[in-house]
């Protein structure tokens, strides 16, 4: 498994969910590591377990599928999942252990004081991620974005700001030019 302070590459699980949800997996995961040593300081990054379930609720997998995965060791087809009596326990039992774990400090990043409050759902929770700055932008790296704004060099303090706030985590190197303009 993956723990992203260790300069490893994602794990396949956590790549799964980088491509499907959008989300900087392994910028989450580092977040998510430092609430959960403020919760429990002897702890400095998430447990094998926490992360595969992140990053499984990330690809938008079922609690069902997530739970079987757990107790089975691979994803049900449509058939074993319907077939299987205990399934119901195994979701019930995951989601009690993950409520003190991945919910709470998902809670925390969401700024849900409430400890009752419930865990929105994953879509919501990736949609969150993606306006606050986790989203990875598929469609073109920051410095063509940059170029784009650019087209006579030009760019707003508003522009900068903005595309800052999109991109967070990119360095900005802003050169001031100052042209002299004489009117003849």
């Known amino acids: 498994m993956c ?6 590459s994602l794990c396949p699980e956590c790549l799964e969910a980088q491509k499907k949800s959008g989300i900087d997996v392994k910028r989450l995961l580092l977040q998510l590591a430092k609430f959960k ?4 300081p002897q702890s400095h990054e998430l447990s094998d377990k926490e992360i595969k ?4 609720s990330l690809s938008r997998y079922s ?6 995965y757990f107790y089975k060791h691979k994803i049900p087809t449509i058939q074993e999942l319907a077939g299987c009596e205990d399934i119901e326990r195994w979701i019930k039992n995951l989601n009690a252990e ?4 991945i919910h ?8 849900l004081i409430n400890e009752n409050q419930r865990l929105p759902s994953w879509k919501n929770i990736i949609m969150f991620l993606d306006k606050n700055g986790y989203g990875i932008n ?15 060099g030009e760019i707003s303090v508003d522009q900068l700001y903005q595309l800052m706030k ?4 990119i360095t900005v190197k802003i050169i001031l030019s100052i042209e002299h303009e004489e009117n003849i």
């Open 53 to 56: 379930y992140l990053c499984l």
């Open 138 to 152: 598929k469609s073109s790296t920051p410095e063509i974005e940059l170029l784009r704004l650019l087209p006579e």
């Open 37 to 40: 040593h403020e919760y429990y």
């Open 3 to 8: 723990h992203p302070n260790k300069d490893e």
């Open 104 to 111: 709470k400090y998902i809670k925390r990043l969401m700024n």
């Open 98 to 101: 993950m409520s003190n774990r």
């Open 166 to 169: 999109k991109n967070v985590g």
């Open 63 to 68: 609690k069902g599928e997530i739970a079987f």
